[in-house]
């Protein structure tokens, strides 16, 4: 088991970024730094729990496994490391053999593997590593023999963060049940959503990983991703639209046949995981649908339920978490027109909201906006710790470009014009901590600097780097 630390061992990193030509990305850093560390980072209720832990957000007091991942991801690895830790072990049951909490949203539960192979990254801590490692492949084998369907090659459940039935199409959504909890349709139970494959595909690809890592047995993780890939290939993809559907139906009077709405949850990680191939990657996101204010969960809107005027929850309204994946992923891929889109877009969101990081907006407007669901208008939670912490991603992953392997950093920046001259000061990484600037703008990079020396290679900065340095990443800039 990983040892929790107690309160006084708990450290946060808090960066600074400054940003001559944008001041208004400055400005939004420092209140998505403040989100994580200072409100929705939480004091432990019992012994039960570790000293702190990070919530999902103001109204969501619990760290739901899915949120638990998606914040260290995203930023908590880095910011704060002993409590990202934590909270991805807190979201585990069990002492001798443990394994993911077995709640009733199990079928995006994988992503928490994801998590704890970039908390490894991040923080170099291989105890930590070879525990998350058994986690991750004892629980993949409960879901494989539970949700797995031999007859397609996929696996069955919901989309990623998709909860709500607001995020289906009928079916599985019937008129007259009037719930709002996915699971309460009985076809939801077999639907396979393109999410939720292609995150099975990065899962497998990063147990691989690990196991590497640690010299442990595979268990040929990489041939059964290989496998599933080629299995969301056959099933759902859309030749003549050149793009992914959005799921399978695996029961009732529609199996066999694809709901071919746009995820944009679901494109991301196919582009992200490989599923799509490098140039196909950043095709499938040009193409991705785009709302006046950013991408949206799912489209069109589901016609007999929803539309501009009451968009549907989970379908054509702005969640900053997906977009921030979505954009994320476009800057791994090269594809940086869609990067400062998105990038753009999540802005305009959340200066229109004062610097608040809210759970949900208006896909038309750009205002706060939880949407319809189930015949109710629905609040947008305040303090969403996700909204907060896909901005961060944005920035660290994006306009910085860092990429982590075992070595070390490398540096693969998409720097917008505004954000020529910015600096990144106080960031910590491993046992170094890094002032980041940025030169020049675009998304070529001329040149890499160390404490003033220039370096070249598969890494910029080496995973064994202690105390302090400074960075310089030199852009050609945009013609």
């Known amino acids: 088991m990983v040892e929790k630390p107690g309160i006084e061992g708990t450290h946060h990193h808090r960066p600074v970024l400054a940003v001559p030509g944008g001041e208004a990305s400055g400005f939004l850093y420092s209140r998505a730094v403040h989100n994580l560390l200072d409100l929705n980072i939480v004091a432990g209720r019992s012994a039960d729990e570790p000293p702190r832990f990070i919530r999902a957000g103001a109204h969501y007091p619990d760290p739901w496994t899915r949120d638990a991942a998606i914040n260290a991801w995203n930023a908590a690895s880095f910011l704060a490391p002993d409590v990202a830790r934590d909270t991805l072990v807190m979201v585990c049951q069990g002492s001798d053999e443990p394994i993911l909490a077995q709640d009733d949203q199990w079928w995006d539960q994988i992503i928490w593997v994801l998590a704890a192979w970039h908390h490894y990254l991040a923080t170099g801590d291989r105890e930590f590593l070879a525990w998350a490692r058994g986690v991750g492949a004892r629980s993949l084998a409960i879901l494989h023999e539970r949700r797995f369907r031999p007859a397609h090659g996929l696996y069955a459940g919901g989309a990623v963060m998709q909860d709500g039935i607001s995020g289906y199409p009928r079916p599985p959504w019937e008129p007259g049940n009037g719930s709002s909890f996915v699971l309460d349709y009985p076809p939801a139970h077999e639907l396979m959503c393109l999410s939720t494959n292609t995150l099975y595909v990065g899962a ?106 009451q968009p549907g929850r989970h379908n054509a309204v702005c969640w900053p978490m997906v977009m921030g994946m979505f954009g994320s992923t476009a800057a791994v891929v090269g594809e940086s027109a869609v990067f400062e889109q998105n990038l753009d877009d999540l802005e305009r969101l959340f200066l229109g909201s004062d610097g608040e990081f809210f759970e949900i907006y208006n896909a038309i407007n750009g205002e706060v906006d939880g949407g319809w669901q189930e015949g109710a208008h629905w609040p947008s939670e305040p303090h969403q710790t996700w909204s907060a912490t896909a901005y961060l991603r944005m920035i660290h992953h994006g306009v910085l470009g860092m990429r982590l392997s075992e070595d070390g950093i490398r540096f693969a920046p998409i720097v917008p014009e505004r954000f020529d001259g910015a600096t990144l000061s106080a960031f910590r990484y491993r046992d170094s901590s890094l002032t980041i600037t940025v030169t020049g703008s675009g998304d070529r990079l001329a040149s890499v600097r160390l404490d003033g020396r220039l370096v070249d290679g598969d890494v910029h900065l080496p995973a064994s780097l202690s105390g302090h340095h400074e960075v310089v990443l030199e852009m050609e800039r945009l013609k």
């Open 204 to 309: 497998l690809r990063t147990l691989a990983a690990m196991s590497r890592a640690l010299d442990a047995p595979e268990e040929s993780f990489d041939e059964r991703a290989d496998a599933l890939a080629s299995a969301i290939d056959a099933q759902l993809w859309r030749p003549t639209a050149r793009q992914y559907g959005y799921l399978l139906h695996g029961s009732g009077d529609a199996e066999g046949s694809v709901a071919d709405d746009e995820e944009a949850c679901g494109i991301a990680f196919a582009a992200l995981f490989g599923v799509a191939d490098p140039d196909l990657a950043r095709d499938i996101l040009r193409r991705t649908h785009r709302q006046p204010q950013g991408v949206v969960n799912v489209w069109p809107h589901f016609p007999e339920r929803f539309s501009d005027e």
